[in-house]
């Protein structure tokens, strides 16, 4: 069974920092492209950043490029997201998803798996 798991998340003041962590277990992602998203509060979920199977491209929302930085550790099986000068308007569920394919895509209907999602909180 594969799962994703997310880690890391709580609450910060507005201009901290969080490092969010995924891990994979049931298969390997070490070949795939994999991504975060987040949800606010009676929004519907977007993109945050993608990454490609090597780390060698990487893609990010204009929200929040030049704070995040996506990376992962293929040797652990892990994704993670850096997440500095948060803002309130970070506040959200954030969910690590992993595709099959190998290319980096900010579409969510890309992803074949998916996290259950670590919550985010920014006060300000």
């Known amino acids: 069974q594969v799962q994703l798991v997310e880690s890391g998340g709580g609450l910060v003041q507005a201009g901290g920092s969080l490092r969010l962590s995924c891990a994979a277990s049931?298969?390997?992602?070490?070949?795939?492209?994999m991504g975060w998203f987040r949800q606010a509060p009676g929004k519907e979920r977007e993109f945050v950043a993608t990454i490609n199977w090597s780390g060698g491209t990487t893609y990010y929302a204009d929200s929040v490029k030049g704070r995040f930085t996506i990376s992962r550790d293929n040797a652990k099986n892990t994704m993670y997201l850096q997440m500095n000068s948060l803002r309130p308007e970070d506040t959200a569920v954030y969910y690590c998803a992993g595709r099959v394919g190998v290319v980096d895509t900010p579409l969510q209907h890309d992803y074949n798996y998916w996290g259950q999602g670590t919550q985010v909180t920014v006060s300000s």
């Open positions: 049931g298969r390997t992602f070490n070949n795939n492209a």
